[in-house]
């Protein structure tokens, strides 16, 4: 059973930051990439941004510049560190990962985390 667990989430006023985390658990035999989208209420679901296995990152244009990418495989873990926050950038967050599991290369998904910010 595979496992992504989001955290980081809150409220926090514009200008300010958050630092989000997703942890994938289970029996699986390596990652290919994980990511963080987010679907704010009405609005169809987004990708945020990305990395790979090989530490490549890209990010939604919307993002660039504030919103930075990372992981640490040690710990099977991506993180997504948010600054000069708009109420814009208000919405569900979701950690996306793409895993080997068996022979198969599959999507899944976390349960999410929200993400408010205030003006």
């Known amino acids: 059973q595979v496992q992504l667990v989001e955290s980081g989430g809150g409220l926090v006023q514009a200008g300010g930051s958050l630092r989000l985390s997703c942890a994938a658990s289970?029996?699986?035999?390596?990652?290919?990439?994980m990511g963080w989208y987010r679907q704010a209420p009405g609005k169809q679901r987004e990708l945020v941004a990305r990395i790979t296995s090989g530490g490549s990152t890209n990010y939604a244009d919307s993002v660039k510049g504030r919103f930075t990418i990372s992981r640490d495989n040690a710990k099977n873990t991506v993180y997504l560190q948010m600054s000069s926050l708009k109420p814009e950038d208000t919405a569900v967050y979701y950690c996306?990962?793409?895993?080997?599991?068996?022979?198969?290369?599959?999507?899944?998904w976390g349960k999410g985390t929200q993400v408010s910010v205030s003006s």
């Open positions: 289970g029996m699986f035999f390596s990652i290919t990439s």
């Open positions: 996306k990962a793409n895993l080997r599991v068996d022979i198969r290369f599959d999507d899944y």
